[in-house]
């Protein structure tokens, strides 16, 4: 089964940027697409981005015009370059592949076991 691992969390003050990487180990169907979500303490777990079969880039309202996901130069690996960072975007920050376009949580079929972003303000 593939697994998913997430690097890159952090602390960093508001205004600052982060940038999250997530490397994909096993088998990926090559119809599966990759997002990043993330959970706040006390919410529920929310899309953030998603990059859909076509390479088509989805993002989030809040996090529009400061996020950007790429799939990555390695095989099997996806970024999330976040800058202009807020005090909201405190978060546990997860990858995930699954069902196209992975915009929602009953797309996935695979977690990374998640990276904390704390932005203090």
């Known amino acids: 089964q593939e697994q998913l691992r997430e690097s890159g969390g952090g602390s960093v003050q508001a205004g600052g940027s982060l940038t999250l990487s997530c490397v994909a180990s096993?088998?990926?169907?090559?119809?599966?697409?990759w997002g990043w979500f993330r959970q706040a303490p006390g919410k529920e777990r929310e899309g953030v981005a998603s990059?859909?079969?076509?390479?088509?880039?989805t993002y989030a309202d809040p996090v529009k015009g400061r996020f950007t996901i790429s799939k990555g130069n390695a095989k099997n690996s996806l970024s999330l370059e976040m800058t202009s960072l807020k005090f909201e975007d405190t978060a546990l920050y997860y990858c995930?592949?699954?069902?196209?376009?992975?915009?929602?949580?009953?797309?996935?079929?695979?977690w990374g076991q998640g990276t904390q972003v704390t932005v203090s303000s």
């Open positions: 995930a592949i699954g069902v196209c376009p992975v915009s929602g949580i009953p797309d996935v079929v695979q």
């Open positions: 096993g088998y990926i169907h090559r119809n599966y697409c």
């Open positions: 990059i859909g079969g076509d390479g088509t880039k």
